[in-house]
């Protein structure tokens, strides 16, 4: 198989390769080619190597740490830090970690992506431009191949709920009982003038994620970052992998890429941290103010009652040529 190479800058949707068009994907789906990328941490600084690869039916997304061999199963009940990323450690050394996941789980869990191992050379996965964009890109590149086992997604059977204050985060039925994917609702707050107060909804398919969430980037407070990086956070952070808010005025030279760019981030990153179920989510999503913890949190709680989810498979007629 040829492998592929794209380097960690900022990549532009225009001029992009096949498109990956929606569909309920009855089978399992994995990638018909590797590929790889080059950047930097958002946190740790460092110049990081990752490779998408293709992977076995039944096997699920696994982080691999090249630079150790060792490997990190990409579960909820992996997590072991959210504070500004999604941090997932080995539950048997939890000093065995790969970070800032919840980026190209959010693009592998959009496009449909069940069985991919993942190699990373470092401790994070490189940021390149902050959004979700790239990583679709490089899927694109790719390319999609269906396999021979059915797939299972995970029908949500009651409310589940999880609060921190006036933030929370939800899981609901579906509006129509059995109907597939994820309907997403979020609203922000916050007093930094430039983000203030924004709310987006949609319905997850693999084109509202990249027409409404993919290229949406991190963003942080102007007067967080010195002590984000007194404490080791952000030391690989900039204005071309993050947008920066001083009170009423966004500093990077490009502005926002969309006005409510904030709130659109804040629902990548839970599908992202979603994606952490291990199989995708038929229900409703509904969340105010929820980050990294409850989103981790949500699904900790909805796995914790049996009697809030069932797993269902669906009954494929036959393989995609």
Known sequence: MPLHHCVGTPVHMDGMPQTLAPSPALWQRTLKAPISCVGVGLHCGRRVSLKLCPAEPGQGIVFRRTDINRAIPARFDNVVDTRLATVLADPQDPSVRVGTV?????????????NVQIEVDGPELPALDGSAAPFVFLLDCAGIQE??????????RRPVRVSDGDAFAELRPAAVRGMPGLEMAISIDFAAPAIGRQALSLHLTAETFRRELSRARTFTLAEDVAQLRAAGLAQ??????AVVVDAARVLNPGGLRMQDEFARHKL???????????APLSGRFIAHRSGHALNNR????????RSAW????EAPVSVAA
Request: aromatic share 2%; charged share 25%.
């Open 310 to 313: 069932r797993d269902v498979t």
């Open 236 to 241: 690989g952070g900039s204005l071309d992998n």
């Open 268 to 278: 990548l990153d839970a599908v992202g941290d979603l994606a952490l179920a291990g």
């Open 147 to 156: 396999q021979s086992a059915p797939r299972t997604r995970i029908e949500i």
């Open 298 to 305: 949500l699904l900790r709680a909805l796995f914790a009652d």
């Open 102 to 114: 919840e980026h190209l789980m959010a693009a592998l869990s959009a496009v449909g992506i069940d």
